[in-house]
């Protein structure tokens, strides 16, 4: 009994052993923090690339409306470097209206929008089930006004 006293003393006259439980709990929540704050920086990266690739496919839409597979073709091409973009399924080319030329309907300048869907994975395996999912869903959209060809 008297042994079991005196550990329990030493023990508690030691603070090296305090501080080394709380480095422990506190570097594991700093790392989880910089975990997350890393994944989210390339998350929004890929997010302005993504933007800017929807942005050069509308530029590009704006001077010849109806070759929507070039729109297409431009996106992908502004984000090949960053991020795998499919052309079908994740770029989008929709109108305003049924005219794909410069002038306006119902009093609107006829417009495209081209909108890019990306599964940004995630990249640390700790930082998905915190969130609760394996990817975020990033989706950029840019509208544009139809400057050619003038409509008849």
Request: net charge negative.
């Amino acid at each position: 009994m008297l042994m079991k006293t005196k550990i329990f003393t030493k023990l508690k006259e030691e603070p090296r052993a305090q501080s080394l439980v709380e480095l422990a709990i506190s570097l594991m929540i700093m790392l989880l923090l910089l975990l997350g704050a890393v994944e989210f920086s390339l998350a929004l990266f890929q997010y302005v690339t993504i933007r800017d690739a929807a942005q050069e496919g509308a530029i590009y839409g704006s001077i010849n409306p109806t070759d929507e597979s070039g729109i297409q073709y431009r996106a992908v091409a502004a984000a090949s470097d960053v991020v795998d973009i499919d052309p079908v399924s994740d770029v989008a080319v929709a109108y305003n209206s049924t005219n794909h030329c410069e002038g306006t309907t119902s009093g609107l300048p006829n417009s495209l929008t081209v909108t890019i869907t990306f599964a940004h994975p995630i990249t640390f395996p700790l930082v998905g089930p915190m969130i609760g999912s394996n990817t975020i869903n990033l989706t950029a959209s840019v509208t544009n006004t139809i400057l050619q060809p003038t409509c008849p």
